[in-house]
């Protein structure tokens, strides 16, 4: 009964955090009538109360003891307590002035502990440690020794105006509203295309399509991952949605089960930086950048591009290596008339959005015009027919992904607070401009590793964020504009959920494959090993974001000299990561491959030539040697 009953109540909560959501950014189409923007004052505080009984909900339906229930409600009730108290005083802010005591530093570390809890029951622990480590370090920053001690202050007063009381920062702050403006929409967008039924159609194409070539599942896995991806915004919802299909056709063609699951996670992965609509995080940025959406968009795209195709030569190298041939015998369903025709879903709101943007609407009333569109469309799929509702429970699963997301994001609302409160981020600029002084390429290097840390156990949006709170100060005083700076710690946060050892896609892939979590990051950091590489190259040498964002002009043989260095950088590096070309490869030679990829991704001229005489010269001579010796029939 107890299970029930939140079931509907959950289904409930998700359907009204999407619809308000939605209401809040709703553009007028001068027909419509002018809903929000709504006043942040009770906005905010309600739409987060919303987000913890979504979490509550949600619990009850697994765990419905009594007992659960009765922690439930004293949960939602002190929660709601909390929230009203924020839009209380806030109503008292816009008139007056307001000194915190310890009344409201007492609610304000409520605030945090119980967002903490929360983000550690639906996370894990690394993001709420993150979170835990923060939020003492505000509270006792003044006692921390040398470099790290802050300004003396009262600890309540300096709880409740950085963390709950403020609308500029903490849980409540800018930071959630760029989330409630900008992304909530893409969010939901997904959740209804999803809702639309256009995936397995999707599916089947890409393998049917593949059928004829070595690995095609592999392949077909990485297309259709990239396309569900780049509307999804979610790396593990992503590995979940196709990688229950994909996975097991990659594993039937001989391919080992953590070869399998590494493909499926770095192809998802790769979809939160594949163009038009990519991931939610780089709405943000352009938001934060200063730059339109369609800036953004322009200077991903040769990356992105590049990062596809070196997961394609990727498995083309693993099939020589097994010596796994095409099957003409396996049984892959053939696409229907319907499965074609239900592509519409999926083309038809991205060609709309692309438009949109390009004609100068905001991303926000873009995304709404492709879910408004989507709902129509969505009725040439026979399934939606029969049964309409399942739209509108996208809708409620689209609230609840928002929720998800909006927990992780008040802790890093909270982290951004105490950089900011603190001046952590200068201090630590100052640091490491003096440790790297002498070498971007270092520096670089620094921030990496920094970038992989911090975002280790993170959805990508507040991996970004935290990163770039953290490191953005120090990209840009070493010499990088704004958004390349922003763009190379994207990058970064994308691939955290590869990254051992807190590699959350992956982990969710090795589950479906059967294979060992570790065994199975470790070789999907193998596989996108270019989505570590490619944001130094863009870096050293930004021809490569094609000249957007920069003041200085880029000329067109400068980009594709560019372009043509990556490309065989992809190939070189491919190649000597999985071992194999055409023959098995020796240690030395795959050092030097490796190599000679560095060098063709360094932004010095000679260095690229050098690189790629001797790169094309050893590819040569193993050709030619293969064609003395046949060993694998190529298809």
């Not at 550690?120 to 835990?132: D, E, F, K, T, V």
């Not at 996670?265 to 369609?294: C, N, R």
């Not at 239900?342 to 995304?367: C, E, H, K, Q, R």
Request: aromatic residues 10%.
């Amino acid at each position: 009964m107890i299970s029930s009953n939140a079931s509907r109540f959950s289904y409930l909560v998700g359907l009204v955090i999407a619809l308000i959501g939605l209401g809040n950014v709703l553009p007028t189409f001068d027909v419509l009538p002018r809903i929000g923007p709504f006043p942040i004052e009770w906005y905010r505080p309600l739409f987060f109360w919303f987000c913890i009984l979504a979490f509550l909900s949600h619990r009850l339906i697994k765990q419905h003891r009594p007992l659960d229930l009765v922690a439930a409600l004293v949960l939602a009730l002190a929660s709601g307590f909390v929230c009203w108290d924020s839009y209380h005083i806030g109503q008292i802010l816009l008139d007056d002035i307001y000194f915190f005591g310890p009344r409201e530093g007492v609610i304000a570390g409520f605030a945090a502990a119980l967002t903490i809890f929360i983000c550690w029951r639906q996370w894990g622990a690394p993001i709420a440690i993150l979170g835990i480590v923060a939020l003492l370090y505000l509270a006792t920053g003044q006692y921390w020794p040398g470099v790290f001690a802050t300004v003396p202050a009262d600890i309540s007063e300096t709880l409740a105006a950085n963390l709950w009381y403020s609308a500029d920062q903490g849980i409540l702050g800018s930071i959630m509203g760029i989330v409630l403006t900008t992304v909530l929409p893409f969010i939901v967008l997904g959740a209804v295309l999803e809702g639309a039924g256009a995936g397995s159609s999707m599916i089947r194409i890409a393998f049917y399509s593949m059928r004829r070539f070595r690995g095609g599942p592999a392949y077909a896995a990485i297309a259709a991952s990239a396309l569900f991806g780049t509307v999804s915004g979610s790396a593990v919802a992503n590995v979940v949605g196709t990688g229950v299909v994909t996975i097991p056709m990659i594993r039937r063609r001989g391919f080992s089960g953590n070869f399998a699951g590494a493909v499926e996670a770095a192809a998802s992965t790769g979809g939160q930086i594949l163009p038009p609509i990519m991931g939610a995080a780089a709405l943000v940025m352009a938001d934060i950048v200063g730059v339109s959406y369609l800036t953004v968009i322009t200077a991903v795209l040769v990356p992105a591009l590049a990062y596809y195709v070196s997961l394609f030569m990727s498995v083309y190298f693993e099939a020589q290596r097994l010596d796994i041939a095409s099957r003409e015998d396996e049984q892959v369903e053939k696409p229907g008339s319907q499965d074609w025709l239900n592509l519409i879903l999926v083309f038809g709101p991205i060609f709309l959005i692309v438009w949109l943007l390009v004609s100068g609407m905001s991303p926000a009333g873009a995304s709404i015009s492709a879910i408004l569109l989507l709902f129509p469309l969505s009725l040439i799929n026979p399934e939606i027919r029969r049964k309409p509702t399942k739209l509108i429970a996208a809708l409620s699963s689209g609230g609840h992904t928002v929720a998800q997301l909006m927990i992780a994001i008040a802790i890093v609302g909270i982290v951004v607070a105490t950089l900011e409160a603190t001046g952590i981020p200068s201090k630590l600029a100052v640091l490491l401009t003096g440790a790297a002084s002498s070498s971007l390429l270092m520096a670089l290097i620094i921030a990496a590793i920094g970038c992989v840390i911090l975002g280790m156990g993170m959805p990508t949006l507040p991996a970004y964020i935290a990163i770039i709170s953290v490191m953005g100060v120090t990209l840009q005083q070493l010499g990088l504009d704004l958004l390349t700076a922003h763009m190379f710690v994207f990058f970064f946060g994308v691939a955290s959920v590869i990254t051992p050892p807190v590699a959350i896609a992956a982990y969710a892939a090795a589950s479906i494959a059967q294979g060992k979590p570790i065994a199975t990051a470790v070789e999907s950091s193998r596989i996108g090993a270019m989505i570590f590489l490619i944001p130094f190259a863009f870096a050293l040498d930004p021809a490569l974001l094609l000249g957007a964002g920069s003041d200085a002009p880029v000329s067109m043989a400068h980009m594709l000299i560019a372009i043509l260095s990556l490309l065989a950088a992809i190939y070189l590096a491919a190649s000597a990561l999985i071992g194999f070309d055409c023959r098995k490869l020796g240690l030395p030679e795959r050092l030097l491959l490796f190599v000679l990829a560095l060098a063709l991704l360094s932004p010095f001229v000679i260095a690229k030539l050098a690189a790629f005489a001797i790169g094309g010269l050893l590819v040569a001579r193993r050709r030619m040697a293969s064609r003395a010796t046949p060993a694998i029939k190529e298809v």
